[in-house]
C-alpha cells in the first residue's frame, strides 16, 4: 500500500486515528520529509506555521530561550510524537523553539493543504475541537501540577507519563527507552538537578527503580502510582 508509514505514523496518533480511512489517506497523501542534523532547528519561537509536525526517527527538543541565553527545555518529541497543533489552528507564531537531538527526520503535514480538507470536511472540526480542548486541559493540569504539587508528585507523575509513551518490558521492570538526562527532566519541571537526582537515589535505595547512564528503570509501578496521587510514599525499607 503506499504511504504505509505514513499511515502508520497518522494512525499511531489520536488525534488521526479515529478518522475515516479516506480521510487518512488524503493526509497521507499531503505529507512531505524533512531532514535535520543535530541541534538544527526545525523551528524558531515566532516562525510562521508551516504544518503539523510528526518525528520519524531522532527527537525534537522543545524549549525556550532567556534573554541571557539560558535554555528552558519544556519538552522532548520522541520517534511517532505529533507536535504543532496550536500554530497550525490559530495561524500564530510559534510558541517555542523546536530544534533536532542528534540525526532526525520529521513528518510534516502542510498546513495550508491540511485546512483546506477541513473546509471541503466540516465534519472533522468537533473531533479536532474536541483534541485541542484535551490538549488545553493538559495544559492547566500541569500549571495547577507546578503550582501546588510538591516536586515528588509530579517526578513520579512525569515518570509514568514516559512510561506509557516510551516504556518496554526489562527484566527488572519498565525501561523508559529514550535518553533522559537529569538536567532535563529537571528544566522540564521547574527544578534544580540536585533536587531530582537527591529525589531519583532516594527511590532507588527503595528498589523503586534503577538508575542507568541517561535512562533509567522503573521496578515499583505501584508505588509512583500511589505517589503520583498525592498519597505518602509507601513504607519501605531500603535495600
Not at 25 to 51: I, N, V
Not at 139 to 165: G, K
Not at 188 to 200: D, E, P
Amino acid at each position: 500500500m503506499k504511504w504505509t508509514q505514513e499511515r502508520q505514523l497518522l494512525l499511531g496518533s489520536e488525534w488521526f486515528k479515529p478518522l475515516p480511512d479516506a480521510v487518512v489517506d488524503q493526509l497521507a497523501a499531503m505529507t512531505r520529509r524533512r531532514k535535520l542534523q543535530d541541534g538544527e532547528h526545525l523551528f524558531s519561537r515566532g516562525d510562521a506555521p508551516d504544518g503539523l509536525y510528526c518525528v520519524v526517527k531522532g527527537s525534537i527538543r522543545s524549549f525556550s530561550t532567556s534573554a541571557s541565553g539560558r535554555q528552558h527545555l519544556l519538552y522532548q518529541f520522541e520517534a511517532g510524537a505529533w507536535f504543532g497543533e496550536i500554530s497550525m489552528f490559530d495561524g500564530m507564531g510559534r510558541t517555542h523553539d523546536g530544534a533536532a537531538v542528534g540525526e532526525t527526520e520529521v513528518l510534516i503535514l502542510p498546513r495550508d493543504r491540511f485546512l483546506a480538507l477541513l473546509s471541503d470536511t466540516p465534519a472533522l472540526y468537533p473531533h479536532f475541537l474536541s483534541m485541542l480542548c484535551r490538549k488545553l486541559r493538559l495544559a492547566f493540569a500541569y500549571i495547577e501540577d507546578v503550582q501546588f504539587e510538591p516536586l515528588s508528585v509530579r517526578l513520579a507523575r512525569r515518570l509514568l507519563d514516559l512510561v506509557s509513551l516510551y516504556g518496554c518490558d526489562s527484566p527488572d521492570g519498565q525501561l523508559i527507552n529514550i535518553t533522559l538526562p537529569q538536567d532535563d527532566l529537571a528544566q522540564m519541571l521547574g527544578a534544580s538537578r540536585q533536587a531530582i537526582s537527591k529525589l531519583l537515589k532516594h527511590w532507588e535505595s527503595f528498589g523503586w527503580l534503577r538508575l542507568e547512564y541517561r535512562k533509567l528503570v522503573v521496578c515499583d509501578l505501584n508505588a509512583f502510582q500511589t505517589i503520583a496521587d498525592g498519597e505518602p510514599e509507601p513504607r519501605q525499607q531500603e535495600t
